[in-house]
């Protein structure tokens, strides 16, 4: 093919984005760094410290598929096994994913997007950042101490029983969830108070609006969170016996505390993401939305609705039939508002003038994997089919087609997409599309199977398990390590890339969104001078010049 | 529709209520996989067909991109909004159907423990990991744990329920055939979560009737088990033996005679007024709560004297305690009944008070 | 006296002042929910055990109760009052009234200690330790176990709040705050204010009712 390997869509010289000074990557040495209030450097930190957990957690799952590849043991003993399991879940949901795009893209583009200089609390950005890393500190601390075998959901009275170190890691998650909290606040208060002059709530771009609304989960749901786990540490220390039947407590109460966070909490992990696709699509289609209020609305429909459909979980858990239909019911509701956004994304397609780039063939998966996760779901909320599934396969395929297929898809899109913005050069494209079709690949092996596995009626969180079902798991498992294996190539791009790279101008895919106004990487205030905003981020009936020309008038 | 069912790898269907369940995840199925190809399809025909064919000028302007009318918008939303709807509305017609029991089950006390599965049946054997029930019978399943919270799952009757601690939940289901159904645990619980597996074992009616006989002398592996020689009492008589064993019987009379607790003629399933207001119906579960913490829904009118059992009855007693009180359901119609004016204690069948019955309190 | 700063990303103090206020109300939210939780639980535990609740209420002595109920209510008090007193410019008025609900503070936990300490010896103790004779039940177990949860939750953010409050009364001679630009002061009695509040549903819950 003799193509170039990338076509870069903008001819637009440099010099039409005004001088500036030196970016905010440079200068200030490592206190520069460390004791910085610019949002644009904590959300690098937060890269950094974000990618080792998804390294780490993503080690425990290729262990534990390693495991998994014949039905008695293979490599490790059940306790062994039973710690794995529980360690994924923790690393991969609380370090992870919830901090991922959020406290890494949000950080660094959300106030650009508002055309801000900073975030509303810068110090309390920076605390943000120390208390993650405290957090994280003390769930590892526990982790190898000999950490826990509760599985990431901590249901009593096991918990409360378990031998083991609970209590270190639970008190981490809550350390970890002010994080959260905080993050959330400053989000809100940025994007209600900080939006530069012409920057209506119609004009702000779609991936604020999904941070915005994701912020309303995290300040509302992570406190419930934080009490729950911190009161199953408090009872295993003490033996207080809240949830515990043979002290009088009511199992089954934990578990509504816990899903009331723990539900609305993926919503954390997927609303980031789609803010990422509907920023992506419009990009690449070079076309506006096609609608650009049902993607707004949407996200705080989800949000808001999120809050209601926690019983879900608990299906077969003993609550009544009443509740559980009022669940079943709510649940579908929530799927409508993602079914809107999908719609959009695709009506967006047409008519476009579409360039076939990396973050669009992340597009691709994501739009595939989502659906078939998000109608799954749909499946699950049917509850009597939810029967024969819950805590089977079926359910663990189901949320990582949404985790992983979804937001894990959205995060190395996002990570492709802002790429040349954060750090001013080109990655390779033909390594990025050869990974986002390797990812896409290994993913489908991986969870597929487990699909099937589920509706053969192979439970989740299984050590051995009967032997029919073993060639199953060893297509999971090969999926499992070409997915891991892809996804480090992937980084590995970008990170050769910084080196390496071409140089990126100020808006390399001809976007009409604001934060490619400025140079890339951007100056430590964000903008130049600050641009003129009188027209929305989606206008691409305008052409490159009109943009430039009216953002910095002469 | 089998191919369907092999091609989806879903186990056989071995319960009365599998097959419409599997006609509902059938319908789930395919129109989600129908949508999701067809979007996925959609999608890939824009891609090629608004394909970039050359790279923009600057001062290239673009035509805005045509929004949906809203009238389609709103068409696909409420279309989707129906079908999803229907699909609860049947999902959730058969989750009552699948938890709310037919009068006339064969019952099995189930009780779950680390790491194995206890079956006590109303003749009197037990069973260890492996249930044996009749074909064709309904059979209600009344399950606690003795630790933390299990789930009961058999994939081939499309069956699952959580087993908790400190309650009783029950599930039920009819097996078409014989054959052997597996049991998994389906509730993370420990160590050997993965292999606190059983078997289902539906017999013919008269190899059940067999299995009976042989006083739950069944399959392998049940070493608690009676051995088989006969007169193994049943499960109600040796709850009479547990009464008189601990004490029950000087609290409670068994044929309706008004003493320090409430008679056991006629209480179960009967409406029980309670202390702190309300009544409640006097089942396996009440039985069994008021054995644990007798304080906790007190029968009105009597004292809160009786000492708890938890951690005295065996759980074996305690589905002997329950089973004799059952089988106390009908009391004589010739036995006359002494009741004080001021106690109310309805028992079915019972000649109404007598106004002038007096009793000195005990 | 230092001119307050205005940070980069504020177009006017104004600006700044607003959305200082409005980001606490925003952690106020979290805290609230964060209560809430502990609320659910004991209203659910209240349905299930109701006649060993209502026992459990009556032993427990609603003197302490009521007590901590008027020092906090009066906290509250003076606390407003200093935020008069600061929009006015009295800025030392302002200072010494902090100090007072600070002190109120106090006393609300040394009331609290004394009543732990006749909990201990009365061995109204949570969860295994209970050897409470005057609720010796089942629910009188779970009603003194979410008793010392809550409280003692409370306590931890009355502890936090006297904190905040000496800190903000340390910087009033220190000019941070002015008549007519001070949100932190504000925040701090907000976050006062709000222990108050979370006091004024723990207190009918667990001592009237």
Redesign the interface.
């Known amino acids: 093919m003799s193509a170039p390997a990338y ?3 903008s ?2 010289p440099l010099e039409a984005v005004p001088p500036t000074e030196p970016s905010y990557l440079d200068g200030g040495g490592l206190m520069g760094w460390l004791n910085t209030r610019d949002h644009k450097r904590i959300g690098i930190m937060f890269y950094g410290a974000v990618l080792a957990m998804f390294v780490l957690g993503g080690s425990f799952a290729l262990l534990l598929r390693l495991e998994l590849l014949t039905p008695d043991r293979t490599i490790m003993d ?2 062994t096994y ?1 710690r794995l399991f529980t360690w994924h879940g923790i690393v991969m949901v609380w370090l992870f994913l919830i901090p991922s795009i959020p406290n890494i893209f949000g950080n660094f583009v959300l106030p650009i997007q508002i055309g801000a200089r900073d975030l509303a609390f810068p110090r309390l950005n920076l605390a943000s950042f120390y208390v993650y890393l405290a957090g994280s500190a003390i769930v590892l601390g526990g982790l190898v101490l000999g950490g826990t ?3 990431w959901t901590f ?4 918990s409360e ?2 031998p083991d170190r609970l209590f270190p890691v639970v008190f981490g998650i809550f350390v970890v969830g002010v994080s959260s909290i905080f993050t959330g606040i400053n989000f809100i208060a940025s994007v209600h108070m900080l939006r530069a002059k012409g920057v209506h709530w119609r004009r702000m771009p779609l991936f604020v609006w999904s941070i915005y609304a994701t912020s309303i989960i995290l300040v509302l749901a992570t406190p419930v969170l934080g009490l729950s786990v911190l009161l199953v540490g408090l009872d295993h220390v003490f033996h207080l016996g809240l949830f515990n ?2 002290s ?1 407590g ?3 109460l934990f578990q509504h505390l816990f899903w009331f966070y723990s539900h609305p909490a993926v919503y954390i992990m997927i609303l980031p993401a789609m803010g990422v696709i509907s920023e992506i699509v419009p990009t690449f ?4 939305p ?2 650009y209020n ?1 993607i707004a609305f949407s996200a705080l429909g989800i949000a808001l609705v999120g809050f209601l459909t926690w019983g879900h979980h608990m ?4 609550m009544s ?1 009443i509740d ?2 009022i669940f ?2 709510l649940s ?1 509701f929530v ?2 508002f993602s ?2 956004k ?2 959009t994304w ?11 780039n990396t973050p669009l063939l992340y597009f ?1 998966g994501f ?2 994997l989502f ?2 996760g998000g ?2 779901g ?2 699950v ?8 599934w ?3 396969y079926f359910v663990v395929a189901h949320f990582h087609f949404i985790m992983v297929g979804g937001s894990v898809t959205a995060f190395l899109a996002a990570a492709h997409y802002w790429y040349p913005k954060m750090f001013g050069r080109l990655y390779s494209e033909r390594v990025g599309l050869l990974c986002a079709t390797a990812v896409f690949i290994g993913f489908v092996l991986t969870f597929l199977p487990q699909f ?2 589920g ?3 192979m ?8 032997p029919e079902y073993q060639w199953l798991h060893v297509l999971a498992t090969g999926g499992a390590w070409l997915l891991g294996f892809s996804v480090l190539l992937a980084v590995g791009n970008l990170i050769v890339s910084l080196r390496y790279g071409r140089r990126a101008t100020a808006n390399p895919w ?1 976007s009409r969104s604001y934060e490619w106004l400025t140079p890339s990487p951007p100056p430590p205030h964000n903008f130049p001078e600050t641009p003129v905003f009188d027209r929305g981020p989606y206008d ?7 943009v430039y020309a009216r953002a910095y008038p002469r | 529709m089998d191919f369907l069912r092999k091609l ?4 056989e269907q071995a319960s009365t209520i599998a097959k419409e ?1 599997d006609w ?2 059938y319908s ?2 395919l129109i ?2 129908a ?2 190809f067809l ?2 399809g ?3 025909v ?2 090629i067909l ?3 064919r050359r ?14 009318p809203l009238w389609a ?1 709103i068409g ?2 409420a279309g ?2 129906a079908l ?2 229907a ?2 509305g ?7 159907r ?3 029991p037919p009068s006339d089950t064969y019952d099995v006390y189930v009780s779950a423990k680390q790491w194995m599965w206890k079956f006590a049946y109303p003749s009197g054997s037990h069973t260890i990991n492996t249930l044996y029930v009749p074909e064709q019978r309904p059979v209600k399943l009344l399950m606690t744990s003795r ?3 299990h ?1 009961f ?1 058999v ?2 009757f ?5 087993v ?4 009783y ?1 029950s599930v039920w289901f009819t097996a078409t055939k014989p054959g052997a159904y ?1 049991i ?12 606190m597996r059983g078997e289902v074992v539906a017999l013919t009616a008269s190899d059940f009737d067999r299995f009976l006989e042989q006083d739950g002398g069944g399959g392998p592996g049940d070493p608690e088990s009676m051995s088989a020689n006969a007169s193994e009492p049943s499960l109600s008589l040796r709850g009479q033996t547990a009464a008189a064993k601990y004490g029950c019987l000087r609290c409670h009379s068994v044929d309706g005679s008004p003493h320090i607790g409430p008679t056991f003629l006629g209480l179960f399933n009967a409406r029980v007024p309670l ?2 207001g309300g009544e409640i119906v006097a089942d396996a579960a009440y039985l069994t709560e008021s054995m644990m ?1 007798p ?2 829904k ?1 029968h009105r009118g009597y004292g809160p004297v009786m000492p708890s059992y ?1 951690g005295y009855l065996q759980p074996g007693e305690v589905s002997a305690l329950v089973e004799m009180i059952k089988s106390l359901r009908h009391p004589p119609a010739s036995a006359p009944l002494q009741l004080p004016a001021n106690r109310t204690f309805p028992i079915p069948d019972a000649p109404p008070l007598r106004p002038n019955a007096q009793e000195s309190s005990p | 006296m230092p001119a307050p700063i205005l940070g980069e990303q504020y177009a006017s103090l104004d600006r700044q002042a607003v959305t200082l206020r409005f980001g606490m109300w925003l952690f106020l939210a979290s805290e609230l929910l964060l209560f809430s939780g502990l609320f659910v639980l004991y209203a659910a535990y209240r349905s299930m ?4 609740f209502v026992e459990a209420v009556h032993s427990n002595t609603m003197a302490y109760g009521t007590a901590n109920t008027y020092v906090l209510l009066t906290s509250s008090f003076t606390v407003a009052l200093a935020v008069f007193n600061i929009r006015r410019g009295a800025l030392r008025a302002a200072m010494w009234l902090v100090l007072a609900s600070a002190a109120l503070g106090v006393t609300f936990l040394a009331i609290k200690a004394v009543e732990y300490g006749v909990h201990i010896r009365e061995g109204a103790l949570p969860g295994p330790y209970y050897h409470f004779a005057d609720a010796a ?3 009188g177990n779970r009603f003194y176990t979410l008793y010392w949860v809550t409280t003692g939750a409370h306590a931890l953010h009355v502890t936090g709040g006297i904190g905040v409050l000496l800190w903000t009364a340390w910087h009033v001679p220190r000019g941070r705050y002015t008549a007519g630009y001070h949100p932190r002061f504000e925040n701090a009695t907000l976050y006062w204010h709000f222990v108050d509040v979370m006091w004024l549903f723990i207190w009918p819950i667990y001592y009237l009712v």
């Open positions: 076509r870069e869509q001819s637009i059940a306790n039973n075998d509760t599985g249901y009593t009275p096991y029983t378990t039947p043979a009088g009511d199992p089954v289609a070079h076309r506006r096609a609608s049902a299906f077969v858990a003993g039939t559980s239909g079943g019911i579908m799927a409508i079914a809107i999908t719609f695709v009506a967006t397609l047409y008519r476009g003038d579409i360039s076939f691709f739009l595939f659906m078939f109608m799954t749909v499946a909320a049917t509850q009597s089919l939810d029967v024969h819950h805590d089977t099937l596995l509706n053969a009626g439970p989740r969180r299984y050590y051995s398990y009967p001809d691409y009936e305008l052409s490159q010049e009109e | 989806l790898f879903l186990p369940i509902l995840h789930v199925i989600t996989f949508g999701v979007i996925t959609v999608s890939a824009f891609c608004y394909r970039s790279p923009r000028r600057p001062d290239e302007r673009r035509p805005p991109g045509p929004t949906p918008e696909l939303i989707l909004f999803f709807v699909w609860w049947v999902g959730f017609w058969q989750y009552v699948l938890t709310e630790d933390v919270i789930s799952f994939p081939e499309r069956l699952k329920f959580d908790v601690p400190g309650r939940h597996k998994l645990c389906a509730e993370y619980c420990g160590t050997d979560h993965s292999r202390e702190h913490d304080q906790l007190l938890l | 055990y109701r006649h060993d039940t089942l629910g």
